[in-house]
């Protein structure tokens, strides 16, 4: 791992546990083992550092559904849907981590920032639509879905994501996985073709 990348590491750690205020140049330098000048090196200011965090936080979600997209494209897309979703939630179980940062994000964002932080999500939320509704589009046109509207069933979808991800800060992994089933056969139910 690279200088800039345990950088980058210590300041995700420290955040998801102080929070903005409590991050610290000087904290992240120690959790690296390196000199405060040593971080500015890498970036100009807290902020710089903090979006870099961000960033990778809302990037590695969407990478999960990216990469698996590509890797189950060639099954039916309710099957391809659904291990995308697993893959997704096993990620936010496995990621402790990444969704204390998440969390502490939409709960408590930073007050003052020189970047609009929900347009930056609204950006990654933009192209979770664009990379649902092309698997939409392609099981409406094979009759596996109900004719509709794709960018409306990947919305529907992120909503569909939305409850879950809260569901699971509520339940132990045993429910949560339980009501995942429930959640995902009525939202199936909703857009499959009936003969």
Same mark, same amino acid.
């Given at each position: ?5 345990a950088i980058i590491e210590a300041a995700a750690k420290i955040f998801a546990e102080k929070g903005y205020e ?21 970036? %100009? ?37 659904? %291990? ?5 939630f096993n990620y936010h179980i496995r990621e402790e981590l990444q969704v204390k940062i998440f969390m502490r ?17 609204? %950006?990654?939320e933009e192209m979770e639509i664009d990379l649902f509704s092309r698997i939409f589009e392609r099981g409406i ?13 990947? #919305? ?6 939305? #409850? ?14 339980? %009501? ?16």
């Amino acid at each position: 791992m690279s200088t800039r990348e345990a950088i980058i590491e210590a300041a995700a750690k420290i955040f998801a546990e102080k929070g903005y205020e409590g991050m610290t140049i000087k904290l992240i330098a120690d959790e690296v083992g390196v000199t405060p000048p040593a971080v500015y090196a890498f970036f %100009k200011n807290k902020e710089e550092v903090f979006l870099q965090v961000y960033r990778l936080v809302l990037t590695d979600h969407f990478d999960i559904a990216a990469y698996h997209s590509e890797k189950l494209q060639d099954l039916p897309v309710k099957e391809q849907l659904y %291990k995308i979703l697993v893959e997704l939630f096993n990620y936010h179980i496995r990621e402790e981590l990444q969704v204390k940062i998440f969390m502490r994000l939409l709960l408590f964002p930073p007050d003052v920032f020189p970047v609009n932080l929900k347009e930056e999500l609204i %950006k990654v939320e933009e192209m979770e639509i664009d990379l649902f509704s092309r698997i939409f589009e392609r099981g409406i046109q094979s009759g596996e879905l109900r004719p509709g509207d794709s960018r409306a069933y990947a #919305g529907a979808m992120l909503c569909l994501m939305d #409850g879950l991800f809260w569901q699971l800060q509520r339940y132990d992994e045993e429910a949560f996985w339980r %009501k995942f089933e429930l959640a995902w056969t009525q939202f199936w139910e909703g857009i499959v073709k009936r003969d």
